[in-house]
């Protein structure tokens, strides 16, 4: 049975915590792969997302080279009906995986795995409490998407905080600007 990490989200940008919650799944979670799925847009996030394109090649950027990582528009289990498909979350998703569109269908089809970063509870809706899943152990990583922003629209430094393709696409696209 190959098994299959699903890593969905916006990756507005994606960053060296996205690359690393990945990279430990794969290893943890004894994954064959992690497929990277950009979504198009985000019930979940009230602002405008920079173009889908732009976050989909910034993810490629942030992978290349990683034989186990792939981007994928859409996960078809069907097709592959030989898949232990895993769902990898941060604990952020997974608090508010309960307003999700169809949570009880997807959590029927996948094994949840929840990021846990030292000294932190993954907390949840008591509805996905009781779901089963697997945690994997991050380290400690001071990034966010949103100081990233923030930072590139003040004209501050993001190298340590994504990978060199990524800033430098960022830069020459003029993103968060």
């Not at 405008?48 to 490629?60: F, G, Y």
């Not at 997974?94 to 569109?101: D, K, P, Q």
Request: net charge positive.
């Amino acid at each position: 049975m190959k098994r299959v990490g699903l890593f969905g989200g916006s990756f507005d940008p994606v960053h060296n915590a996205h690359v690393a919650l990945a990279t430990l799944a794969l290893e943890q979670l004894a994954l064959d792969e992690v497929r990277w799925i950009p979504v198009c847009k985000s019930s979940q996030k009230s602002r405008k997302l920079a173009p889908a394109a732009d976050r989909e090649a910034m993810v490629r950027l942030a992978i290349a080279g990683e034989l186990a990582h792939r981007v994928e528009r859409v996960a078809d289990a069907a097709a592959e009906p030989d898949t232990t498909w895993v769902l990898i979350l941060g604990q952020d998703q997974y608090a508010g995986l309960h307003t999700w569109r169809d949570w009880r269908d997807l959590v029927s089809r996948v094994t949840l795995a929840i990021a846990n970063r030292p000294d932190v509870v993954a907390a949840a809706n008591p509805q996905i409490g009781e779901v089963p899943n697997q945690l994997v152990q991050l380290p400690m990583m001071d990034v966010s998407s949103t100081e990233i922003r923030r930072r590139v629209a003040a004209g501050e430094s993001i190298a340590s905080l994504v990978p060199t393709p990524v800033a430098s696409y960022i830069a020459r696209h003029r993103l968060y600007r």
